[in-house]
């Protein structure tokens, strides 16, 4: 990475400690009213801490999963050059950043539960609630935790003791069931589930929502009555969550790039078996689909 990259880097780590004495210092307070008061200028911060995640995450991804000339074209419209460890360790630096001050909120919040709140208060509360729970189930966070454990597994990238720290990221199974989890300390361990509500396997061709939630692209576009040949896109906009049952959030869906990677090569057995699945089911789809469309142009 050039010297532009390595700032930005590590302005991401200079953030994140200034943003956590912030949270850590008002959570000290003597006086639960005094933290309250603070509220207003607490979710302004974590909004903003949000959105500036959100758009390196973004910045990332968007390099690594482009093609050859993409990634030229950016460079040059950047004016920096990229490697493979140093995205490595900009990716460690994002699940630190966002951790890190989940945990902080958190400890604001804990402080707020020893006091009776007001209705103004309470909604302050809310909105940093809100923002933990938006730092936690972010797209952006899986897409990074999974090129960060990508990265280790490729064989193309070298032993990188010096980027192993206090972060741990894995790929974990139990019974079947698999996760992606990290952890800071061992006080401080996230763990993020990979089944599909829908069809209760490991997500295939996963897909985020723009609520958070995640599922296989068949699923997503099954729950929308839409076919995968039409795509997410064409999802009316009053679709909602099967799990939250929020509307417009199939508006702006992510497909999870890095995690279907992720999962392909660590499950490589069971993703081969459901892609065989979701190819004959597909296929059959887009039969009947085609088979309507004609039916309908004859009868005209």
């Known amino acids: 990475m ?7 880097a590590q302005r991401i780590v200079d953030t994140s400690s200034s943003f ?3 949270w850590m210092a008002l959570g000290e307070k003597e006086h639960n009213s005094q933290i309250i008061s603070s509220h ?4 302004k911060q974590a909004t903003k801490a949000v959105a500036d ?17 993409q990634k030229l074209l950016f460079r040059v419209k950047h004016k920096f050059a990229r490697s493979r460890m140093a995205a490595m360790k900009e990716g460690k630096n994002l699940i630190s950043y966002a951790s890190i001050n989940a945990n902080e909120i958190l400890n604001v919040l804990q402080k707020c539960e020893k ?4 209705i103004e208060e309470n909604k302050y509360k809310k909105q940093l609630q809100a923002m933990r729970v938006r730092f936690l189930r972010s ?11 990508n990265s280790i597994d490729s064989k193309s990238v070298p032993a990188t003791p010096h980027l192993a720290g206090i972060l741990s990221c894995s790929f974990e199974s139990e019974e079947g069931k ?6 800071l300390t061992d006080s401080l361990k996230i763990e993020i589930d990979l089944t599909c509500p829908i069809c209760l396997e490991t997500v295939f061709e996963p897909v985020s929502l723009g609520c958070g939630h995640v599922f296989c692209f068949s699923c997503a576009c099954d729950a929308a009555s839409i076919l995968p040949l039409e795509g997410l896109e064409s999802a009316c906009k009053k679709s909602k969550c099967p799990s939250c049952r929020k509307k417009g959030v199939y508006v702006g869906a992510l497909h999870l790039k ?14 081969e078996e459901r892609r065989k699945r979701e190819r004959t089911h597909r296929l059959q789809q887009a039969k009947e689909y085609w088979n309507g469309q004609l039916a309908m142009i004859m009868s005209t």
């Open 139 to 149: 797209r952006w966070l899986i897409e990074v935790i999974a090129f960060y454990i």
């Open 258 to 271: 890095g995690l279907n990677i992720l999962i392909k090569n660590r499950c490589k057995d069971q993703w």
């Open 115 to 118: 006091t009776k709140l007001s």
């Open 178 to 183: 698999y996760s992606v989890s990290f952890s």
């Open 20 to 22: 956590s004495d912030t």
């Open 2 to 8: 050039g010297d532009q990259s390595g700032e930005a």
């Open 40 to 43: 207003a200028g607490l979710v």
């Open 53 to 69: 995640f959100e758009k390196r995450a973004r910045r990332l991804l968007r390099f690594q999963h482009a093609s050859h000339f």
